[in-house]
């Protein structure tokens, strides 16, 4: 319950400062994928990348250990049809969606920090 919390809580952050701007996302974490394929994953209602609620399923690989195998991405690429190379470029350790969720990580071990301190 903890880890799901701390990721909607980076989720709603990830997306507030980066994701919500569509052409970026577009241009950057998407920028491997046709023009179909971008739009949909950005509008989707269940997983879409559009809505920082649903954004969670996108960042739970980025937060684990990726394989073709994990359960959420078998489902992602399922869902939208995606091959490995496209799910590679979503996913490699280099790719924005990690850069993402470790700054989330950072900006929330700051605030937990700052928060600590000031409660001493």
Same mark, same amino acid.
């Given at each position: 319950?903890?880890?799901? @919390?701390?990721? +909607?809580?980076? *989720?709603?952050?990830?997306?507030?400062? !980066?994701?919500?701007?569509?052409?970026?996302?577009?241009?950057?974490?998407?920028?491997? +994928?046709?023009?179909?394929?971008?739009?949909?994953? !950005?509008?989707?209602?269940?997983?879409?990348?559009?809505?920082?609620?649903? @954004?969670?399923?996108?960042?739970?690989?980025?937060?684990?250990?990726? *394989?073709?195998?994990?359960?959420?991405?078998?489902? +992602?690429?399922?869902?939208?049809?995606l091959n490995?190379k496209?799910?590679? *470029?979503?996913? *490699?350790s280099?790719?924005?969606?990690?850069? +993402? @969720? %470790?700054?989330?990580?950072? %900006?929330? @071990?700051?605030?937990?920090?700052? %928060?600590?301190?000031s409660?001493?």
């Open positions: 319950m903890k880890e799901n @919390l701390a990721l +909607l809580i980076i *989720s709603r952050e990830v997306h507030e400062f !980066y994701i919500k701007d569509r052409t970026l996302t577009r241009r950057t974490i998407l920028k491997d +994928l046709s023009d179909e394929k971008a739009n949909r994953i !950005y509008t989707d209602p269940l997983y879409g990348m559009g809505n920082w609620k649903t @954004l969670t399923e996108w960042l739970i690989p980025a937060a684990e250990k990726m *394989s073709k195998d994990h359960p959420t991405y078998t489902k +992602l690429a399922d869902y939208f049809g490995e496209e799910m590679f *470029s979503l996913y *490699s280099h790719s924005i969606l990690k850069m +993402l @969720l %470790n700054l989330g990580r950072g %900006n929330a @071990l700051m605030q937990k920090h700052r %928060n600590s301190k409660e001493t």
